[in-house]
């Protein structure tokens, strides 16, 4: 732990009322986002202050009001604000919280609009755990506010148009340092036994707790009735310690103490758990630490599988010498091909971000010096070939005509080709390191047709006993999303191994390597739904053939036997009606379904989740809960045939193990809160509450499982959504 500086002020011992002076505002086209009526109404700005921990206000809200007439305000106040806490009981996760509200009167003075239309949460301390003092300027966001306001810190990036408020925080004769070393250390301590006993009036109230909705606050009630039980909480569900450690008092300066006890009768918390402490909601230093020593007895393979989260909560790290970041550093240099690899790409697509770009670009600096040279030319050829490629998706959108355009594609691969052939190279691509290649076939490369021109890119791999490596390079899409949803289905079928479900799933790699741009690997010997239907009847088949998807499996089986083919095809449908209903994926067209030539059918292109369905002139395109139409059903048999009956039993197996672990599926989404992915907020979050039947007992879940498999194999709407698809893509 850092000392404090002799020359710096001990925040403890300031003992007098924390105070700002609100100097002023500047409020730019506040109404461009709502409607703005000065007939006959009193329009008033309403400036509200709360100091923070995390998402725990600490005191009251301060609220200025400004009585407003024009478009734009420039209001000085020069108003000294109190807050009900004082300098020495300020926690160094602690922020102020601004919101400025949009509120309007109608002519009996009664409110009918009132709404934030701008927003901050400002850390008090920096980096160095030092008070913030002297005149403050910060750029207020403009987005819709969400619950990650709480843990969102930084300024709205667009300075020159954003709004903005100026507040002053009184100067000291020296600097105010937090005290760092009062944390404990994280060591195990002895509690006598009967401090872990639950009073059996209790018990029941903490089981009621536990099967609450992920999604339901506790009142003030079960808050207190958990924290008087926290040694003993612990043992009687693990799901409790999120909320236990969210009903922690954190006004009390014995906080951390009585936190040290609590994390003692914790032995041990899976990587998912320990993830789940590492989110924007727990800025206490203590649970951060707490939560990576349990990242450090993990593999550094399964650390590798959630790097993805684990990179996007060090934004919730207030300093870069965290021990999270720390931790995460160490598995990179030791094991750089698992772990540093994915840590590097990671960092890098986040680096046009400029909240992050400080502390993530000294992240990869520290990565880059710290391996050998050998590695560090691999990292330096791989940013080489995704510049030069990038380059390329961005020449080929100019509008020129198709043969030129074509013929300026290929001399640019011949380009990079006559390079990796004048040094002898073979490089890896960013989007596997075992993805080695040593040139690219630009006769077989084309430019997609889709709006975005995505490129179709084959390359020739270095070993060669091995197949052609084959992706797809986006410019222009935002390739998060996809990435987010390939991982969940990982952790899915992780969760239905470990509890002997062998379903089947064909995750293919997706890589996000910056703003709007990203690699895909592309699944080959397999063929679209929508081209199936096109052989077998065209659009006119969805309505009265129930054959052509068992039609095809038989004419196109390749090494496998049809029983086999078949079984494939089961354990992959159970697979992927289950992930797609749960995670709400829209957008569920018969050109985003595939089968393989061994029977497995697979999903590809994730643009929408979480209940974000595509609508028509206001219609719902897509009504069935997930796609398994009688087609689907025909490969299997009818109603009590065997094989039909067996999905139906593993469907309602890989429900269960998923309602068993939903809180897991929350963790890995709400993490990701910060990636600003306009799909993913808290209110869409909640969309797992009525797929996973969060409010259902067991009996009640599985009758509505089996309701909406009824619904989806008899849905008119899925049928017409693929004939609609084929004609329009004819």
């Not at 329009?43 to 609220?63: A, D």
């Not at 009903?247 to 994390?263: A, D, I």
Request: hydrophobic content about 40%; some cysteine.
């Amino acid at each position: 732990r850092l000392l404090i500086n002799k020359t710096s002020i001990n925040l403890e011992n300031v003992d007098r009322q924390f105070n700002i002076i609100f100097r002023s505002a500047y409020i730019n086209q506040v109404f461009n986002s709502v409607e703005y009526e000065t007939k006959n109404v009193k329009t008033v700005l309403l400036f509200k202050f709360e100091l923070y921990c995390s998402s725990h206000p600490i005191g009251t809200s301060k609220q200025i009001r400004w009585k407003t007439n024009t478009k734009v305000q420039n209001p000085i106040f020069n108003k000294r604000i109190y807050f009900d806490r004082n300098y020495d009981k300020l926690p160094n996760c602690c922020s102020l919280l601004i919101k400025v509200k949009f509120i309007q009167y109608d002519k009996s003075n009664q409110v009918y609009k009132n709404s934030t239309v701008f927003w901050a949460n400002y850390r008090l301390f920096d980096e160095d755990n030092k008070l913030k003092v002297g005149l403050q300027k910060v750029n207020l966001q403009d987005r819709a506010v969400a619950d990650d306001i709480y843990y969102c810190f930084s300024d709205n990036p667009n300075e020159e148009n954003s709004s903005k408020i100026y507040f002053e925080i009184e100067n000291f004769a020296n600097p105010i340092q937090y005290k760092l070393n009062i944390l404990p250390e994280l060591k195990k301590i002895e509690i006598e036994p009967c401090l872990y006993e639950v009073p059996d009036k209790d018990i029941r109230m903490l089981t009621l707790i536990d099967e609450k909705s992920l999604f339901e606050e506790l009142n003030n009630n079960e808050k207190n009735i958990l924290w008087a039980n926290r040694l003993g909480a612990p043992r009687i569900s693990k799901s409790l310690i999120p909320r236990l450690l969210q009903s922690c008092n954190y006004k009390n300066p014995n906080t951390n103490k009585e936190l040290q006890k609590v994390f003692s009768t914790i032995p041990n918390l899976r990587i998912v758990e320990a993830i789940e402490l590492l989110s924007g909601r727990y800025t206490n230093e203590l649970i951060r630490e707490f939560a990576v020593s349990f990242l450090k007895r993990e593999s550094f393979e399964e650390i590798s599988h959630y790097l993805l989260q684990l990179i996007q909560a060090l934004k919730y790290e207030k300093n870069v010498d965290n021990p999270l970041g720390i931790f995460l550093l160490e598995q990179a240099i030791i094991h750089p091909i698992t772990v540093g690899h994915e840590f590097f790409w990671h960092l890098r697509a986040e680096m046009y971000n400029p909240d992050v770009q400080k502390k993530y670009g000294l992240y990869l600096e520290v990565f880059l010096n710290k391996i050998s040279g050998a590695l560090y030319d691999i990292f330096k050829d791989e940013d080489y070939l995704l510049k030069e490629l990038i380059d390329i998706a961005i020449n080929v959108k100019k509008k020129i005509p198709k043969e030129e355009r074509d013929k300026i594609f290929r001399q640019d691969l011949e380009k990079i080709n006559a390079e990796l052939n004048s040094k002898k190279k073979e490089i890896s691509l960013p989007l596997n390191f075992k993805y080695r290649i040593k040139g690219i076939f630009a006769d077989r490369c084309r430019i997609m047709k889709s709006k975005k021109k995505p490129l179709w890119l084959t390359f020739q791999n270095s070993d060669p006993m091995g197949e052609d490596i084959v992706v797809m390079l986006k410019c222009g899409d935002d390739l998060r999303m996809d990435m987010v949803t390939i991982q969940l289905f990982k952790a899915m079928q992780t969760l239905w191994f470990d509890n002997n479900l062998k379903l089947k799933m064909s995750l293919y790699k997706v890589l996000c390597t910056g703003n709007q741009q990203g690699m895909l690997e592309m699944v080959t010997n397999a063929e679209t739904l929508a081209a199936i239907h096109v052989k077998e009847g065209g659009a006119i088949s969805q309505f009265f053939s129930k054959a052509p998807i068992k039609n095809w499996i038989e004419q196109n089986k390749a090494n496998v036997s049809m029983e086999d083919a078949i079984e494939n095809f089961l354990l992959s449908n159970v697979a992927y009606c289950l992930a797609t209903f749960v995670l709400g994926i829209g957008d569920r067209h018969n050109d985003n379904i595939m089968i393989k030539k061994n029977g497995e059918l697979f999903h590809i292109d994730f643009g929408h989740f979480l209940g974000h369905f595509k609508s028509k002139m206001g219609i719902k395109r897509e009504r069935a809960p997930f796609v398994f139409t009688r087609q689907f059903q025909n490969v299997l048999g009818d109603d009590n045939s065997p094989l039909f009956l067996d999905f139906k039993d593993k469907l309602a197996k890989g429900y269960t193990i998923l309602r068993a672990n939903k809180g897991a599926i929350v963790t890995l989404l709400r993490i990701l809160l910060c990636t600003g992915i306009p799909e993913l907020d808290e209110k869409s979050l909640r969309f797992l509450e009525g797929t996973l039947a969060m409010k259902k007992k067991q009996k009640e879940a599985l009758v509505y499982l089996n309701k909406q498999l009824a619904d989806s194999l008899d849905s008119v709407s899925t049928k017409l959504n693929f004939a609609i698809h084929i004609v329009a893509n004819k």
